[in-house]
T-cell receptor, first 113, second 112 residues
C-alpha cells in the first residue's frame, strides 16, 4: 500500500476485555515496529519484528501484551484483560530494512472504560 | 538503556524567525538521529535525519546538527511559516538495535 495502515482507527473497550489491533506495513518493508503514545508524550517502543520473528520485545509492558506477524507482513498487537492504563494511541511503523527510514501509521486510539 | 531529553517543551516563534529545538542522549553507541513532526491527531512524519558520520545536514529550511562528543543534536527551522506549527520529536537509535527512543516533544507555535 501507499503507507502504513492501521485498523481500527478508534477502539473503545471495557476493562477486562481482549482487543486486537492490526497493522498493514508498507509493501516490501521487512521491519515492523509497534509503539505506544500517551497524551503529551513521545512514542514509546513496544516490539520490533524483522520478518516473521520478534527481534526485540523488550518494550512490552507485561505478559498481557503480545504481538504476531505470521507471514512477515501484517501484524496484530493483542492485549488481554485490558486496564484503564492501557488507554493510549498505538502506533505501528515499518521500514524497508532495519537501517531504513521508519514510517508511521495513523495509529489506533484505544480507550479502556 | 538510551535516554533522550528534549528542550524546550513549548516554543513560540514569530513567523519568519528561526526556531531551534535541542536534544541530548545518554548512550554513546547511538548513531542514528531522526526528527519527526506530528500535527494534532496525525501520524508522526519523518522530516530529517542524521547519522553519526556527519555533523550537519540540511534540507531547504530545515537543518540538523550533531555533536557526538557532547551527545547532543539540534533541529533548526529557518524562515518559519504557520504550517510549521506542530509537535516535534527527536529520537535516537543504536545500530543493530533498531528501536527508536523518543524525546518528550516540543510544541512549536508560529505566530502570524
Amino acid at each position: 500500500g501507499a503507507g502504513v495502515s492501521q485498523t481500527p482507527s478508534n477502539k473503545v473497550t471495557e476493562k477486562g476485555k481482549y482487543v486486537e489491533l492490526r497493522c498493514d506495513p508498507i509493501s516490501g518493508h521487512t521491519a515492523l515496529y509497534w509503539y505506544r503514545q500517551s497524551l503529551g508524550q513521545g512514542p514509546e517502543f513496544l516490539i520490533y519484528f524483522q520478518g516473521t520473528g520478534a527481534a526485540d520485545d523488550s518494550g512490552l509492558p507485561n505478559d498481557r501484551f503480545f504481538a504476531v506477524r505470521p507471514e512477515g507482513s501484517v501484524s496484530t498487537l493483542k492485549i488481554q484483560r485490558t486496564e484503564r492504563g492501557d488507554s493510549a494511541v498505538y502506533l505501528c511503523a515499518s521500514s524497508l530494512n532495519p537501517q531504513g527510514l521508519t514510517f508511521f501509521g495513523q495509529g489506533t486510539r484505544l480507550t479502556v472504560v | 538503556g538510551e535516554n533522550v531529553e528534549q528542550h524546550p517543551s513549548t516554543l513560540s516563534v514569530q513567523e519568519g524567525d528561526s526556531a531551534v529545538i535541542k536534544c541530548t542522549y545518554s548512550d554513546s553507541a547511538s548513531n542514528y538521529f531522526p526528527w519527526y513532526k506530528q500535527e494534532l491527531g496525525k501520524r508522526p512524519q519523518l522530516i530529517i535525519d542524521i547519522r553519526s558520520n556527519v555533523g550537519e545536514k540540511k534540507d531547504q529550511r530545515i537543518a540538523v546538527t550533531l555533536n557526538k562528543t557532547a551527545k547532543h543534536f539540534s533541529l533548526h527551522i529557518t524562515e518559519t511559516q504557520p504550517e510549521d506549527s506542530a509537535v516535534y520529536f527527536c529520537a535516537a537509535s543504536i545500530h543493530g538495535n533498531e528501536k527508536l527512543t523518543f524525546g518528550t516533544g516540543t510544541r512549536l507555535t508560529i505566530i502570524p
